[in-house]
């Protein structure tokens, strides 16, 4: 006849277990898991803590062992499947790490932990704003203008000598604003409707803009239209969000926490639509940065074309370019060196 063990014995192993994983004795946690499940092969609660114990202990490998048989028995779990996928990441098993957070998130699809890890393993290398203060740093613009201002994070990047300006209708201010910058409460549209910007930039063009206010492609393209009639040629255009995560993240209607919109939209429009700019689109996190220069104030072909191109795009989704998305969108490596050979191959103004 086979042994019984004691519900009481086992209960009492697992308070033990759990209490020893809590001051991270791992090695007692382990044993005292390992112990219960000789007993109970699939007690599923036991496979999620034995694996999430090798994660903490920094042995991964051992981890995703426990958690793929968690993941057998509970396969809608949502915990295992995000745990799985920091297991996998961690052993650098990326394709793996991925499948298991997308599983994740097709059960729980605004689970913000496993889009920041597809974030990172989507982008490695530094946030956007080490670019843009790359540029800035570069570039020395004599003018900047920038959609979107938000807490002033990007605004404060500018240079102390540039003339900077600001639009933003909820503006809420929290870093140090460059020295010769002012803040415009409004929307960009009304913003350009009023504004005489080459007079409130003391007759100069706009040398360097940061489009990143309304996060729907046409409020974006907008914003292009106006900023590249103030802009010259050797002017650089700098677009958030122009390299989706997902599906769900890059729609127009926001239903994540995480999320970018359409904007990316906006280099597929403008590579068909003007295929005399020039268009590099770096691989930054968390969504990207879309350059582009050789403008044309002059040019027309946006204006014209408007409806066009909105019932051209609006419909689309990430699923029309996301297996050729490097081609698609211009990516290249966030990296100031690639950037700074095209700004010169481009002869932007400050770069050469
Ligand atoms: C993502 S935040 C900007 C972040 C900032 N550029 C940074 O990098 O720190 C987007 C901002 O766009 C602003 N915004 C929304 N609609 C806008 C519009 N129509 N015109 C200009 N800004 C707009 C929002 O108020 C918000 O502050």
Redesign the pocket.
């Known amino acids: 006849m086979a042994a019984v063990m004691d519900g009481d014995k086992l209960a009492n192993i697992f308070r033990q277990a759990t209490a020893a994983h809590q001051q991270q004795k791992f090695r007692d946690a382990q044993a005292g898991y390992t112990k219960i499940l000789k007993w109970i092969p699939d007690h599923f609660d036991v496979l999620h803590l034995l694996g999430q114990s090798f994660i903490e202990e920094g042995r991964p490998s051992q981890a995703v062992r426990w958690l793929r048989q968690a993941s057998a028995i509970q396969p809608d779990n949502a915990d295992v499947c995000y745990d799985l996928g920091l297991a996998y990441r961690t052993t650098g098993q990326n394709a793996l790490a991925t499948r298991a957070y997308n599983r994740a998130l097709e059960i729980e699809p605004d689970r913000l932990n496993a889009h920041l890890s597809l974030v990172e393993m989507k982008f490695p290398g530094e946030h956007y ?1 080490a670019m843009l203060r790359q540029l800035h740093q570069l570039l020395k613009p004599a003018t900047y203008l ?6 002033g ?2 605004m404060a990047l500018a240079q102390p000598e540039t003339r900077c300006i600001g ?5 809420c201010i929290s870093s140090p604003l460059p020295p010769r910058c002012d803040i415009f409460p409004q ?3 009304s913003f350009f409707e009023q504004s005489d910007v080459r007079s409130l930039l003391e007759q100069q063009n706009i040398e360097f803009a ?1 489009i ?3 996060h729907v492609f046409e ?1 974006a393209l907008r914003d292009f239209m106006h900023v590249e009639a103030c802009a010259g040629q050797h002017s650089l255009v700098a677009i ?1 969000d122009c390299i989706p995560l997902n599906t769900i993240t890059s729609a127009r209607e926001r239903s994540t926490n995480f999320w970018s919109g359409d904007i990316w939209k906006l280099i597929l429009c403008l590579k068909k639509y003007r295929p005399d700019l020039a268009i590099i689109n770096v691989a930054a996190k968390p969504t990207g940065l879309g350059l582009v220069t050789n403008l044309d104030p002059t040019n027309r072909t946006l204006q014209t074309q408007y409806e066009q191109i909105l019932r051209e795009y609006i419909p689309m989704t990430y699923d029309a370019i996301a297996s050729d998305e490097r081609n698609a969108l211009n990516i290249i490596a966030n990296d100031m060196k690639p950037v700074t050979e095209w700004l010169r191959e481009w002869r932007v103004q400050g770069a050469c």
């Open positions: 704003t920038e959609i979107g201002v938000e807490t994070q990007s639009i933003d209708p909820e503006p929307t960009s549209d940061f990143d206010g309304l409020a958030h």
